[in-house]
T-cell receptor, first 115, second 112 residues
């Protein structure tokens, strides 16, 4: 059973370009969470999705950021018109349900660098 | 609101030394508590967890006890190895929520 797969592992974008980060959850998992880790900081929750639905996007910046988890295919975190402050590691996690005792399995992350 | 505070790193130890990484939290109710580890170039892996007061989580020689009275979940290991070098994150999840609230991480360096 493959783990959570994120790609690309490293992404370099120039200011103003778009960044698309992909996350394939573990088999059988329908809950996906995106977190962002700024340098020297802990992870911060961004968004929680179930298949075709955004459940909670309270941690997502109101502009330029969007996320989706279509019926088929990976979850996508999209950042439009990137700025230097978007440089961070973006982690995706998945779980089979949302119980408080349920373990969330994490991917290896995508390290975005905006130049 | 909920928060997690970890001791700052890096923590540098010699092989076979005793390890403690402090973690304290602020939360309403009784959250679940977790330690995650991030080895160089890899993703986050769950190391251990505890879901109620006085529970002890343990894995790979690491232990942490959920202390409600001191709101702490300190990570300990009796004899560290070079292979334990990594960044360790303490996190909590409130009962009524699914979000993980994270500490800033503590980098551990073990020298042979």
């Amino acid at each position: 059973n493959a783990g959570v797969m994120q790609n690309p592992r490293h992404l370099v974008r120039r200011r103003g370009q778009e960044a698309r980060l992909r996350c394939s959850p573990m088999k059988g998992h329908s809950h996906v969470y995106w977190y962002r880790q700024l340098p020297e900081e802990g992870l911060k929750f961004m968004v929680y999705l179930q298949k075709e639905n955004i459940i909670d996007e309270s941690g997502m910046p109101k502009e330029r950021f969007s996320a989706e988890f279509p019926k088929e295919g990976p979850s996508i975190l999209r950042i439009q018109q990137v700025v230097r402050g978007d440089s961070a590691a973006y982690f995706c996690a998945s779980s089979p349900d949302q119980g408080s005792n349920t373990e969330a399995f994490f991917g290896q992350g995508t390290r975005l660098t905006v130049v | 609101g909920n928060s997690v505070t970890q001791m700052e790193g890096p923590v540098t130890l010699s092989e076979e030394a005793f390890l403690t990484i402090n973690c304290t939290y602020t939360a309403t109710g009784y959250p679940s508590l977790f330690w995650y580890v991030q080895y160089p170039g890899e993703g986050l892996q769950l190391l251990l967890k505890a879901t109620k007061a006085d529970d002890k989580g343990s894995n790979k020689g690491f232990e942490a006890t959920y202390r409600k009275e001191t709101t702490s979940f300190h990570l300990e290991k009796g004899s560290v190895q070079v292979s334990d070098s990594a960044v360790y994150f303490c996190a909590l999840r409130a009962r009524s929520n699914y979000q993980l609230i994270w500490g800033a991480g503590t980098k551990l360096i073990i020298k042979p």
